[in-house]
């Protein structure tokens, strides 16, 4: 008896309006956390508000798993110093690293290049072949807040799909059974 | 085999209830100790470790089922044969 | 796979306990003033829908297993604790949120020299190119606090040119980990990062130096202060240095 044997008289007991009710608040869950996630983005201008670090280039500042939350404010202007997160073409993950120059011409237009803390150079080279500089639609968002440690969960998920595979079976099946 | 099965891994209610409390104690005191503690000797490290030694300390003390959880078990009325009328009708005396 | 059969209330003697000491399981608290229905589904709760008729007394091991066990508890308590360190976070957070973080930085810049040579780091064009020494003199030990992971100090030189109306280029930092390594006193250090102009209009022109830091926390909103004391002053009218291609 050392683990819970009621799961299974739970689902034996449920009738159907209860199972409808389950599946409806389930979606519920989902919907509200989209909701959330888009609200998120129209609030902060970035198409990905909060992301998870996953390279150790901005060592000591920002670890493996580290959460940061991300603006892009049209009106808020690149400077030297800051923290961006930039698409690169051909590559999939987005990069955060710190601006180390910039340039900007009298129409507004800005270029400006990247380095990671912890790397030797500059990031000419995590660029798409032939760019010099990134611009601002390179810019997925500016580092404004952070929290440690939290998206180790994500890494791990996307590490090990079978860890992934068996929290999500345990969240949908606790939120089905689980009756109030 | 019959050995294992017979380690009583259950609380019973009082000692549950007894338990949960007991760990929410623990964690809060150790929560608010660190905190004060780091914030006086401004090393948020040490907040955090010392919520550890909570969480160790709480896991120890309440997740394992200590005889002194299962102090009060229930005391069950004998079984009825089938056969008994429902006159007695044992349904609940609630507080309303 | 089991034989189930709906039991009526008269059918189960039920212990006479659970109007005393079970009130704070989930399942009593519940059902605490049972209608008709409540009283029902508690039934299905309690005893299950089992035959029971020989041994009602076997019920009492179906009915442990309802109780909290060992991985219930765990999950409560790690739930718990990990809602106090959320806690205890937002409160460390909040406590250096409002702090000042501002400090003078006293920067001079020293040797300043011109060269109009290729930039190897680009396309090979013919650029500007900016040999600063400096000298930096800040007192950053003041910042650190239980909120504060690192400081990222770092020198900037801003200018205008003809073709950029503002530009910044980064010509030196630093990473500040620990208190004791944050009083800086530089003399007449060399840049750290190649000094490019985005083109040739460094003559003559206008640079001012400043030092500023990231505040990295622990937790909490990452900040960008910039000292108010600048350095300003001339670049050379002429070239050390020229390339012609």
Redesign the interface.
């Known amino acids: 008896?050392?683990?819970?044997?009621?799961v299974l008289?739970e689902l034996?007991?449920m009738n159907k309006r209860q199972f409808l009710y389950q599946c409806l608040s389930f979606g519920m869950i989902v919907s509200s956390a989209l909701m959330i996630w888009k609200g998120l983005m129209v609030v902060t201008g970035s198409e990905s508000p909060i992301v998870v670090v996953l390279s150790g280039s901005m060592e000591?500042?920002?670890h493996r798993g580290d959460l940061l939350f991300l603006t892009n404010y049209q009106e808020d202007p690149v400077?030297?110093?800051?923290?961006v997160v930039f698409k690169v073409e051909g590559r999939d993950i987005p990069i955060v690293h710190?601006v180390?120059?910039?340039?900007?011409?009298?129409n507004g237009t800005v270029?400006f290049l990247t380095k990671g803390?912890n790397n030797s150079v500059?990031d000419?080279g995590l660029y798409a072949p032939g760019q010099?500089w990134l611009t601002k639609k390179d810019v997925v968002g500016r580092?404004?807040?952070?929290?440690?440690y939290v998206g180790m969960v994500t890494i791990y998920m996307n590490e090990y799909p079978k860890f992934k595979y068996a929290v999500l079976a345990c969240l949908g099946l606790y939120v089905l059974v689980h009756r109030? | 085999m019959d050995y294992f099965r017979n380690i009583p891994?259950?609380?019973?209610?009082?000692g549950?209830?007894k338990?949960?409390k007991l760990?929410?104690i623990i964690?809060?005191l150790f929560?608010a100790v660190?905190?004060i503690w780091?914030?006086i000797?401004?090393?948020?490290s040490q907040?955090?470790y010392i919520?550890g030694a909570?969480?160790v300390l709480?896991?120890i003390v309440?997740?394992?089922?200590w005889p002194m959880y299962r102090r009060?078990p229930?005391?069950?009325?004998?079984?009825?044969p089938?056969n008994e009328q429902?006159d007695s009708?044992?349904?609940?005396?609630?507080?309303? | 796979m089991?034989s189930v059969r709906p039991l009526?209330?008269?059918h189960?003697?039920?212990?006479?306990?659970?109007?005393r000491?079970?009130y704070?399981?989930e399942q009593f608290t519940?059902h605490?003033?049972?209608s008709r229905t409540s009283?029902n589904r508690f039934l299905?709760n309690f005893v299950?829908?089992e035959e029971l008729?020989?041994?009602?007394?076997e019920t009492?091991?179906i009915?442990?297993?309802?109780?909290?066990?060992?991985?219930?508890?765990?999950n409560?308590?790690v739930s718990?604790?990990l809602t106090?360190?959320a806690?205890?976070?937002g409160?460390?957070a909040l406590?250096t949120r409002f702090l000042r973080y501002e400090r003078p930085a006293r920067v001079v810049g020293r040797r300043v020299e011109l060269h109009h040579i290729p930039n190897f780091?680009?396309?090979n064009a013919l650029n500007d190119f900016a040999v600063v020494n400096f000298d930096v003199k800040v007192d950053l030990r003041g910042l650190?606090?239980?909120?504060v992971?690192?400081l990222?100090v770092?020198l900037?030189a801003e200018y205008a040119t003809d073709?950029?109306?503002?530009?910044?280029?980064?010509v030196w930092d630093e990473?500040i980990?620990r208190r004791e390594d944050a009083l800086l006193d530089l003399n007449d250090v060399a840049s750290e990062?190649f000094f490019?102009d985005?083109g040739s209009g460094l003559r003559n022109r206008n640079v001012t130096l400043y030092v500023?830091w990231?505040v990295?926390?622990?937790?909490?909103?990452?900040l960008?202060v910039a000292s108010p004391l600048t350095n300003r002053f001339l670049f050379p009218s002429t070239y050390k240095h020229v390339v012609t291609k």
């Open positions: 008896m050392l683990f819970d044997q009621g008289d034996w007991r000591p500042a920002f400077r030297v110093g800051e923290i710190r180390l120059k910039l340039h900007e011409k009298v270029k803390d500059d000419r010099l580092a404004r807040g952070f929290l440690p109030e | 891994v259950h609380m019973d209610f009082d549950q209830h338990a949960e760990s929410r964690i809060t929560g660190g905190l780091g914030y000797i401004q090393q948020f907040t955090v919520v909570g969480f709480a896991a309440t997740v394992p089922p009060k229930l005391i069950w009325q004998k079984p009825r089938d429902g009708h044992q349904k609940p005396k609630k507080k309303k | 089991i009526s209330i008269e189960v003697a039920l212990p006479p306990f659970w109007n000491n079970c704070f399981h519940v605490r003033s049972p009283s299905e299950f829908r008729s020989q041994k009602q007394c009492r091991s009915f442990c297993s309802r109780m909290h066990s060992l991985a219930n508890r765990s409560h308590l718990y604790t106090v360190m806690i205890i976070t409160a460390c406590s780091t680009t396309d650190f606090n239980w909120n992971k690192q990222f770092y900037t073709d950029n109306v503002f530009n910044q280029v980064v990473i980990e990062y490019w985005d500023s990231n990295i926390p622990v937790a909490g909103a990452l960008d």
